[in-house]
């Protein structure tokens, strides 16, 4: 089976839709309930590297990429997920599987305004300790 | 900013106190902070203190256009400043699924090497003077020069070169300009040999870097880390081979990894690298004295998509991710720098190492602070015996000097 | 003139300090140190501390976290002490204007007696930029005209 196939076989019924843009990138989207687990097994089981996790504002909610390098087949896999709930968006933290999540999910609390529950310390890691409480530079709707 | 407080003394052996690198030390570029906790002369622990240098670029981005785009990323840092670049552009032309004609990959690569070179020769020197080889630190800005000339000829700036564009490159090298290219070369070529053998021969160097700052495959693993960094712990990843671009597999080279994991492993890794990347450029340059064409497709709209553009810059692996709406501006545009993973292994690599190392060891990470912001080491719980930054260079050459004698 | 400022001329203490910088015009400064520019031949030397320094060289914009640093290295400064801009980020902003965590160029923060302007400068522009300074030192008295004009921080 090619690289992908394993990657779909891996993530089961976690992976509820995917999409082969072209042969180096997969992205899979996944409930927010799911993505420690299924980043556990990008990370442990098919052995992933970890990139990086891409935060944005649309429409429909929050979405958060999940970023992850095949550097045997040279290739990203990308989980995607959805958080809707604009008022209280929020998601399980991924450091304790992965150490070197801790900076991005910082920078994403502060720039996004999402909460990583379960994070050791989601304190400021750009922005200065005197940042307006509830100002996203990242939102949409962030005045300058 | 705290003062800084008598320079003579020396730390309590009994107490616990922590060692401001910098800021603002004119040998390290920016102000970094890193809080050192130390017993008595052994580190105990790190705090990263980053954002002195968060300018928002990712939503500067979305105001401009995909071309606007490439020279403000360009500015995300000096000097992998070709590699933003890059990268944004392979990730616009992932989106638009767009092949760039073969002279403007020749281009590309060639580009990317020499800033590779620049990058490495400017660390080495850096290096030299942090554990008291000052010839090194000359020599190597001398010869970096040479690699500035170069950039200056094919780009017309020293810095901040404006090559890249999406489809292509900006400016063609002229077959008339190679000889001249490849003297300069030359002379870089004998100075990285020279270098090799001082710094891989001299037993000093040796006993003042092997063992030291060491970071273990799976601590690199834990934190994503990339590049030299990677290599030197022997992980086997490159971009350039795993996921080619450019012209990185129309040519032959080798990606370099080494054992250990040490300050030693990540000197060797960035020495035989410059190798490496001469080959590179040779290559590149022959390629195009018989490739003709034009060096940029002509692109002037792209479709409504995602993709990803990765380099594997001289710190590492740059990861572009963009969303298009066909507008002409990114809707998202996420930029990770390679030191924004590596410069947080430092938690691992400097814990239980003697203060003299410390700053050795945050060095090699060779982070670009730009990329990441700098990162400083500083906390005063008890407020009591500070060594600044220059102290910390001090007491790094001091240790050279005490081993020189025993070697 | 008076002999403040002839001794100022003769040898100028410089404190480097980044603010919020690509790196690339830091670079440039150390590279117009080094010996192919030779800018200790005007009398320009880099110190370790803002104590000893008679002119502060300031590259990089200034973001929302480093202002009050660079206020605070300032007031640490001994008296008079210029201020020189160098590259474009420190002089206008450039292309970080719009942002949401800068302050605005360097002016708005600190008074500027000389700017350098480029994206980097390089270091023969560098140069060019100190001997004015020079020169304008011996031209007048040794209060920095930023300072005369009594422009507040």
Not at chain 1, 107 to 117: A, N, S, Y
Not at chain 2, 11 to 24: E, K, L, N, V
Request: hydrophobic residues 40%; proline residues 6%.
């Amino acid at each position: 089976m090619n690289s992908f196939e394993r990657i779909k076989n891996e993530l089961g019924e976690k992976a509820r839709s995917w999409d082969e843009k072209n042969p180096r990138n997969l992205f899979v989207d996944v409930a927010a309930g799911d993505i420690p687990s299924a980043c556990e097994r990008l990370f442990n089981a098919v052995r992933l590297r970890f990139i990086i996790v891409s935060g944005t504002d649309t429409p429909r909610g929050f979405e958060l990429l999940y970023h992850f390098s095949d550097d045997g087949h040279g290739t990203v896999i990308t989980l995607r997920t959805l958080l809707s709930d604009r008022q209280n968006p929020q998601i399980a933290s991924i450091t304790p599987i992965i150490t070197g999540a801790s900076w991005i999910e910082r920078e994403i609390h502060e720039l996004l305004g999402v909460k990583f529950t379960g994070h050791p310390s989601l304190k400021h890691l750009l922005l200065a300790e005197d940042w307006p409480e509830g100002k996203y530079p990242l939102r949409n709707d962030h005045e300058k | 900013m705290k003062n800084e407080l008598n320079n003579n003394s020396k730390p309590d052996a009994t107490s616990r106190c922590i060692i401001p690198i910098g800021p603002y030390h004119p040998l390290q570029e920016e102000p970094e902070f890193f809080r050192l906790h130390v017993d008595g002369e052994k580190v105990v622990g790190i705090d990263i203190d980053l954002g002195y240098n968060h300018r928002g670029i990712e939503k500067l981005s979305e105001a401009k256009h995909f071309d606007q785009g490439l020279f403000l990323v360009e500015r995300i840092c000096g000097i992998c400043s070709t590699s933003h670049p890059l990268a944004y552009a392979n990730a616009l032309e992932d989106i638009g699924g767009i092949e760039i004609p073969e002279r403007a990959r020749y281009i590309r690569s060639i580009i990317g090497e020499l800033e590779r070179l620049h990058s490495h020769m400017l660390w080495l020197g850096l290096a030299g003077h942090f554990i008291g080889y000052n010839t090194v630190w000359m020599w190597a800005w001398k010869y970096r020069e040479h690699i500035l000339d170069i950039f200056e000829k094919i780009s017309g700036n020293r810095q901040h070169y404006g090559m890249i564009k999406v489809g292509g490159v900006r400016r063609d090298i002229e077959t008339a300009d190679i000889p001249w290219i490849e003297q300069n070369l030359d002379e870089v070529q004998r100075s990285v040999d020279m270098f090799r053998g001082a710094v891989m021969d001299d037993p000093v160097i040796r006993a003042r870097t092997k063992g030291i700052g060491v970071l273990t495959p799976e601590d690199i693993r834990n934190y994503g880390g990339v590049g030299p960094l990677a290599r030197a712990s022997g992980v086997n990843i490159d971009i350039r081979r795993d996921a080619p671009y450019a012209a990185y597999n129309l040519v032959q080279w080798d990606v370099i990894t080494y054992e250990g994991g040490d300050i030693f492993a990540k000197a060797v890794v960035r020495i035989l690298e410059m190798t490496e990347s001469i080959k590179i450029i040779r290559q590149c340059l022959q390629r195009l004295k018989t490739t003709p064409g034009p060096i940029d497709a002509a692109i002037t709209e792209l479709p409504a998509g995602e993709g990803i553009g990765r380099h594997e810059a001289p710190r590492g692996e740059v990861f572009h991710y963009v969303r298009t709406d066909r507008t002409n501006r990114p809707v998202r545009h996420k930029i990770r720098a390679p030191s924004f993973v590596n410069v947080a292994t430092n938690e691992k690599s400097v814990i239980g190492y003697h203060i003299a190392d410390a700053l050795i060891i945050l060095a090699a990470v060779d982070p670009c602070y730009c990329c990441t912001e700098r990162t400083s080491v500083v906390d005063c719980d008890s407020g009591r015996q500070l060594f600044s930054g220059r102290d910390m260079i001090r007491l790094s050459q001091e240790r050279t000097a005490q081993l020189r004698k025993q070697v | 003139m008076s002999v403040k400022t002839n001794a100022l001329t003769k040898s100028l203490f410089a404190f480097h300090a980044a603010c919020s910088p690509c790196n690339n015009c830091d670079i440039e400064i150390l590279d117009a140190l080094t010996p192919r520019y030779d800018l200790e031949r005007f009398g320009v030397q880099l110190v370790a501390s803002p104590r000893h320094a008679d002119v502060l060289l300031v590259t990089g914009a200034v973001n929302k976290k480093v202002v009050h640093h660079i206020k605070k290295l300032y007031e640490q400064t001994a008296k008079p002490c210029f201020v020189v801009a160098i590259g474009g980020c420190a002089c206008s902003e450039i292309i970080f204007r719009d942002s949401y965590n800068t302050c605005g160029p360097l002016d708005k923060i600190l008074p500027v007696d000389i700017y350098i302007p480029g994206c980097p400068p390089r270091p023969e522009a560098i140069i060019a930029g100190l001997v004015k300074l020079i020169a304008k030192l011996n031209a007048k008295d040794a209060v920095p005209p930023a300072q005369q004009s009594g422009q507040k921080l």
